[in-house]
């Protein structure tokens, strides 16, 4: 079992940036794809981005196109989320996500594909 350990929230005015990291347990990271949800108080929980492991492709939700980019680091087994152009709305915990159990495709853009996710860490975006 793969364990998901976020680090990099915290405070930023709006306009400013920040660069969330993704830290994966094991010698290998055993998912297809890791994601980025976010998820603010009485909101479902989004998947704002997502990289596949092997291709580096990426997708990113509408309302962060433009603004943040998602990368991987294969050899240390670390996701990235670099947040650029933060807005207020952008406030909420954001958590690490990846697939443990077996599946077929690597539907990584869709947010029932995550099975597995880290603690969270909270960004706050003051205007």
């Known amino acids: 079992q793969v364990q998901l350990v976020e680090s990099g929230g915290g405070l930023v005015q709006a306009g400013g940036s920040r660069r969330l990291s993704c830290a994966a347990s094991g010698r290998t990271f055993s998912s297809c794809a890791m994601g980025w949800f976010r998820q603010a108080p009485g909101k479902e929980r989004e998947l704002v981005a997502s990289?596949?492991?092997?291709?580096?492709?990426?997708y990113y939700a509408d309302s962060v196109k433009g603004r943040f980019t998602m990368s991987r680091d294969n050899a240390e087994n670390t996701g990235y989320l670099q947040m650029n152009n933060l807005k207020p709305e952008d406030t909420a915990v954001y958590f690490c996500?990846?697939?443990?159990?077996?599946?077929?495709?690597?539907?990584?853009?869709?947010?029932?594909?995550?099975?597995?996710w880290g603690q969270g860490t909270q960004v706050t975006v003051s205007s």
């Open positions: 990289i596949a492991w092997s291709s580096g492709n990426t």
């Open positions: 996500a990846a697939r443990t159990t077996p599946i077929i495709s690597c539907r990584h853009y869709r947010k029932d594909f995550y099975d597995n």
